[in-house]
């Protein structure tokens, strides 16, 4: 499926919800227009930093609708339609694909640890459902107690719209694996802010950012200045831009983000349950972090 390109830096938004906990479809819109201002290529809605375990089907499609209106013609759009059961997978994919979205975002089936066999047929199954709709695959083991190997993945990208993988294992590796057993045209995106450049190193493509609500320009500049081979100032800009990408995963995602937004002036207000608000402490630390930066 060549000619699909997701860019390099690609934010996985968070879900703007009100005091009550409604999706706030009007600060999704905003948010959106924001990221793609500053810099973002591609928006990864209903991912995990979306909070999409407890967003119900109907608030993802219409926060899918909202979030397309709003960038049309300036950014794309990644829909989170992941599932760990196959058949809801497929029935989320083609109702993605039927809304016009540039792509799906496919996490590894979480909790019933299928064995490699099973993720292949899994992936396989979605997207011969939607063959015009292109797949990121997304592994993340340590959220789904389940890694999908280079083996799997090498296989998996000879399906021709499934085009790239978030690799959200922090494992070096793992990467340049997938990237000597795969078509150089399939892209690589590190799942972890902090991993973007040694990921580069080994041929990966960009990130798939939370930092990006924060520093998307900054990330762009990073990922530029490695692409043109200036990889010591690429690297000066990582390591100022390190304690943010720390100081976001304090605690569990996307808790840090959506204070760290509100610090800015960008509120996109509670996380829902079970997750908890963040701490006066956690508020303190951010602000330190992203004064240092001049962010604040």
């Not at 200045?225 to 831009?241: R, W």
């Not at 204070?259 to 079970?274: E, F, N, Q, W, Y």
């Not at 508020?283 to 604040?296: D, P």
Request: glycine share 8%.
């Amino acid at each position: 499926m060549g000619g699909i390109d997701f860019g390099s830096l690609l934010t996985a938004m968070v879900t703007p919800f009100s005091l009550e906990g409604e999706v706030d479809y009007v600060k999704a819109e905003q948010l959106a227009m924001h990221l793609v201002d500053r810099g973002t290529d591609t928006l990864v809605v209903c991912g995990t930093t979306g909070e999409s375990p407890t967003l119900s089907w109907d608030e993802e499609y219409k926060l899918f609708q909202v979030v397309k209106q709003a960038v049309a013609g300036k950014a794309k759009i990644v829909a989170g339609t992941g599932s760990n059961s196959t058949s809801e997978a497929i029935s989320a994919t083609q109702k993605a694909a039927y809304l016009g979205l540039d792509g799906t975002l496919q996490v590894t089936p979480y909790y019933n640890k299928p064995p490699q066999e099973g993720l292949y047929q899994h992936f396989a199954a979605i997207a011969h459902a939607a063959p015009e709709l292109p797949i990121i695959l997304y592994n993340i083991p340590g959220r789904t107690g389940c890694k999908l190997e280079p083996t799997t993945v090498a296989r998996l990208a000879e399906i021709p719209n499934i085009v790239a993988i978030k690799e959200a294992t922090g494992d070096l590796d793992q990467a340049s694996q997938i990237r000597a057993t795969t078509p150089s045209d399939f892209a690589i995106y590190s799942g972890d802010d902090s991993l973007t450049l040694p990921l580069m190193a080994v041929g990966a493509k960009g990130v798939v950012s939370v930092a990006s609500h924060l520093v998307g320009s900054q990330l762009k500049a990073t990922i530029a200045a490695f692409n043109e081979g200036n990889v010591q100032l690429a690297t000066q800009l990582h390591i100022q831009l390190f304690p943010l990408f720390k100081a976001l995963f304090l605690t569990t995602n996307p808790i840090p983000v959506k204070l760290a937004l509100k610090i800015v002036g960008l509120d996109t207000g509670v996380v829902r349950s079970p997750l908890v608000q963040g701490t006066p402490e956690l508020e303190a630390k951010l602000r330190s972090v992203m004064s240092s930066l001049g962010i604040i």
